[in-house]
Each structure stands twice: as C-alpha cells, then as structure tokens.
C-alpha cells in the first residue's frame, strides 16, 4: 500500500501563485508515476501532470502547459505541483495519485484550490 497525503491548496486571487505538495509513504519503491488530478463541481476528474518517479519524464494537460510545473524530491518521496498565472477556471479539488509498476492507482485526500476573478 502507498499512503498520499496532499497539502498546499488555499485561495488565490487570479494571476497569483500556489505549490501543492504530496507526501507519500508506505510502498514507494512500488511507484512508477505520480500525478496530480482535478475536479471540479459537477465535472468529472481530469488528468492535470505526471512525472515518472524515476528519470523524471514529465506530461501535462494542454491547458496547463506553461504554467504549472510538476517536481518530485524522491529522497523526501514527495512530488510538487508549482501553479502561476492561476485562473478561474483551475478551481477544483487536486488529488495527488501514485501509480505502481502494476498499474495499481493510489489517491490522496484531496486540496481544495480556489482561485477568484
């Protein structure tokens, strides 16, 4: 089992700045990606970044290329979500995952992040 506890999230006015982090535990030598996924009230979760744990490759959602940047410390086995130039529409709930080598999916909690016009 891996354990993701998620931290970080708040209020931010619109162009402002937040760092999620996600701290995990247990099982880590069995993760081969973490990420970060989104939901927002009445919408279904979606894909926002992933990072390999090892060598570091790293993907992201289309709508946040250039503006979110996805880091992992693996001695601290802890992966960050950096977001600038935030806007309305990146309010959702940010759910840290962990993905085994065996395509097992882990889930965090949850932070809330909300960002004003």
């Known amino acids: 089992q891996v354990q993701l506890v998620e931290s970080g999230g708040g209020l931010v006015q619109t162009g402002g700045s937040l760092r999620l982090s996600c701290a995990a535990s247990g099982r880590t030598f069995s993760i081969y990606t973490t990420g970060w996924f989104r939901q927002a009230p009445g919408k279904e979760r979606e894909f926002v970044a992933t990072?390999?744990?090892?060598?570091?490759?790293?993907y992201y959602t289309d709508s946040v290329k250039g503006r979110f940047t996805i880091s992992r410390d693996n001695a601290k086995n802890t992966v960050y979500l950096q977001m600038n130039n935030l806007k309305p529409e990146d309010t959702a709930v940010y759910y840290c995952?962990?993905?085994?080598?065996?395509?097992?999916?882990?889930w965090g909690q949850g932070t809330q992040v909300t960002v004003s016009s």
């Open positions: 990072i390999r744990w090892s060598g570091g490759s790293t």
């Open positions: 995952n962990a993905r085994s080598s065996r395509s097992q999916d882990y």
